[in-house]
Each structure stands twice: as structure tokens, then as C-alpha cells.
């Protein structure tokens, strides 16, 4: 019988570290797509209360801390990070498995904001854009998820198939806006 | 080229797709004749001014939207949720 070794989708391509910017992955144990059923969103907030102790996130927020986040992931749907999801979630919502399905990376450092918008036609002044505050958008011509962590933090997650597409076009701005400072 | 998109608000056109007229939130009935089909599937008008389009935020939230705008002037005076303007009727 083999024995598969689990990879993480940047796996060998991060962590990169061009002068004060650093390109971490994170790889949280389980991502979980929650769609509410149509007059369900108060139920399924509750629930998502009790069970992993964060509400449903508003349009374009992200709910809970570090370990268990809840991030809004586009029209009625939610993306339950890091836990597996509670069983009692499916009577207000379809669930469905995402784990290992997207790259999740953490941009970090003086000057994240102008790496990032290279790459994003999305408005990411802080006064737009805060902490906590998520978009789904187009990184470097690729569906993604783009949330700021902090003043100089983003979280930036694309499919999984396009973990080196990302990382290679990340590497490049990066090295720019360094070479500007 | 801005597009307000009703979830995620005011968004680079890149983000979305264009379908066409709107005219396709308005399917006739099964029975309703060959002229009704006609217009639905081929005729279209082509507006100097207000018209009416169905966009996907394919590259956002993933919402089909219906965005009015001006063709003469470059315009865009808003924009609905399709499953919105289906259910309100006014689709034309």
C-alpha cells in the first residue's frame, strides 16, 4: 500500500521574502462553502453562533478570529475556515466540502497594499477597504477571494490549480514595489 | 468603465461578463407563437440612448445583474439583481 504524503497547494513555492514583504500560506484544516436555504439566513447565523461561535458574516465582512473565520464568499454564500462544520448546519444550508480546493495565501509587509493593486482593479485604500473587509475580485486575471487581515495584511486565495500562477505573478510585483521604496 | 453591482457596489468592468439585452429575463410562453419566439431569440433593438443589459459579475459575487445605462452618453444610471427585475416584471 502506498503511503500519499499530504501537499499543500503552494507546497515548495512560499515562503518568499523580498525586503520588508513577506508571502506565507496558510493552510487551514477545513474550508466549507455554506449556501443558506432562501429565508434561512437568521437560522443558519444562529446556528453558525453556537456551533463555531461567530455570526454570518455581512456582505464583503469577515466574522470570527484566527483558527475559525467565516468569510462572505459572493452572492449567498459564506466560507466556514478552519473547522470542520457543525452537522446541525445543514437544516438552513447546502454545504459543501472546499478543503484543499483553494490556495490560501497571506501577503504581509510595508507596501502590501501597492503589491495588490497590481494585481486587482479592487479600491484597496484603507478608508475603502478595512480590516475585516473581504471582496471577491480578479487577481492578475484569476477568480479570488481577497481579504485585508491588517493595516499591511491581506489574505489572498485562488483554486488551488492556480497556486504557482499566483505565487509567480505575486514574486514579480513584489520585487517591484520593493525595488520603489 | 465602472459597473455598480447591487451586492458588491461599484466595480471594474473586467469583473463582469456581458450577455446581451435584457429581453432574455422575458422568455414567452411554450405556446406563444412564432412572432412572440422571433423577437425573443433574433429581434433586437439597437438604442441611441437608455437601454437595458444583463451583465454576470463572473469575477465578483457571481450575480447576474441587469445594468441601465446610456449608449449615447456612456451613462450608467444603475442596476438590479436579474432575479429582482424578473420578479418585478420589467425586464423589457
Redesign the interface.
Known sequence: MVDLKPKTPCAGLVPLRVGPLSLLEDAPGHMTAIAPYLGQDAALSEALKAAHGMAAPG??RMSGTRGARALWF??R?ILLIGPAPDAGLVKFAALSDQSDGWAVLRLEGQGAGDVLARMT??DLRPTQFKRGHT????CAHM?ASITRLGEDAFQIMVFRSMAATLVHELKIAMGRVVALQ | MRLPCPICGARDRREFTYRGAAVALERPDAEAGPEAWDDYVHNRDNPAGVTRDLWYHEQGCAAWIVVTRNTATHEVLGSILASEARRAGSAS
Open positions: 456582505v464583503g459572493g452572492q454564500m482593479p479592487l471582496a471577491r475580485s480578479d477568480p
